[in-house]
């Protein structure tokens, strides 16, 4: 059955007024979100390089040995101070070792001589020598001994990897180093191991 020509004309008009009606509702804003454009990023500063590392020594099993070493960063070298007790009187071999690694009971797990060069061993001052060459400090006769020098083979910094000693080891031994004799001077068993990380500076 046909609907009324009155009802569809009724229809027709109404659904113009909602077309009508949808066009003139005005468009809905945006979000605050979306109106804001997206913060960029800001880039990530490189980490700042340590300007001072230390080593806290602890000795090798019932000894006694301990003390602490620092290095400072200069503008020509790496200054070292040492500070070690317990020590018999007399010179006993100072050097960096390979490994950051004093777990072993006879500290062997620190490995030989920090040596990225493969320099022949020898003495603080010498032209070559290993990285790890640090010579020898010497304990008065309560068995203290301090040490102060500039180590120009050595550095601290990142950017001087294969000469840094960060994550490396210092050992102190037994016997005096005799700076010449390969590998390691004759310095004897090792009294005391620590493992160089960077210090606090302020």
Avoid: W
């Amino acid at each position: 059955m046909n609907a009324p020509k009155y009802l569809v004309a009724a229809s027709l008009c109404f659904s113009f007024s909602l077309a009508v009606a949808f066009a003139q509702e005005p468009a809905a804003k945006p979000t605050e979100s979306a109106a804001k454009p997206a913060a960029k990023s800001e880039p990530l500063e490189p980490a700042a390089e340590p300007g001072k590392a230390i080593a806290i020594l602890h000795p090798a099993g019932d000894g006694k040995v301990a003390g602490t070493v620092t290095f400072v960063e200069e503008a020509d070298g790496v200054k070292v101070h040492a500070e070690i007790t317990g020590l018999t009187p007399g010179k006993h071999g100072f050097h960096i070792h390979e490994f950051g690694d004093c777990s072993a009971p006879d500290l062997a797990s620190a490995g030989g001589h920090f040596n990225p060069t493969n320099s022949p061993h020898a003495g603080p001052d010498a032209s070559e020598r290993h990285e790890g060459d640090m010579g020898n400090i010497e304990a008065d006769v309560s068995g203290k001994a301090t040490l102060d020098y500039l180590d120009h083979h050595i550095s601290i910094l990142s950017a001087k990897d294969k000469e840094s000693v960060l994550g490396r080891s210092v050992i102190i031994h037994a016997k005096a180093d005799d700076l010449k004799t390969q590998p390691s001077g004759d310095a004897g068993g090792r009294l005391a191991c620590g493992v160089i990380g960077v210090a606090k500076t302020k």
